[in-house]
């Protein structure tokens, strides 16, 4: 296995296919096209997120979650962030790579019988 974005040891995204290293490569250029629009706008790609995320429609609440106060206080910045349209749709067509989670399984499928 192999891991080159800086996870420590230990760190369980080190176990994610997504982290795995051909589906790195790949979604580290997804994650530079996010960085590029949040440049023009003097944002940060989670604010980026945020906005495309809303962006999908009403049935479409981001939730993020923090601990830090400073976190808190950039998600909220992100109610002041347009996208353009066209920006929106590049971002749509941002697939990444690798499953999300390993497979699952070695998860017991079936429900054991009340006794």
């Given at each position: ?11 369980f ?37 945020l ?25 909220l ?21 690798g499953l999300?989670?390993?497979g ?12």
């Amino acid at each position: 296995m192999s891991f080159a974005y800086g996870a420590a040891p230990g760190d369980f995204r080190r176990s994610l296919p997504r982290f795995q290293q051909d589906a790195l490569e790949h979604n580290l250029g997804l994650l530079r096209a996010v960085r590029e629009i949040a440049t023009t706008h003097d944002a940060t790609p989670a604010q980026v997120a945020l906005v495309w995320l809303h962006a999908q429609g009403p049935d479409v609440i981001p939730i993020p979650g923090t601990r830090r106060r400073e976190r808190l206080e950039e998600n909220l910045a992100a109610l002041d962030l347009t996208l353009t349209v066209q920006e929106i749709r590049e971002l749509s067509q941002l697939q990444p790579e690798g499953l999300r989670y390993p497979g699952m399984t070695w998860v017991q499928r079936e429900t054991p019988s009340p006794t």
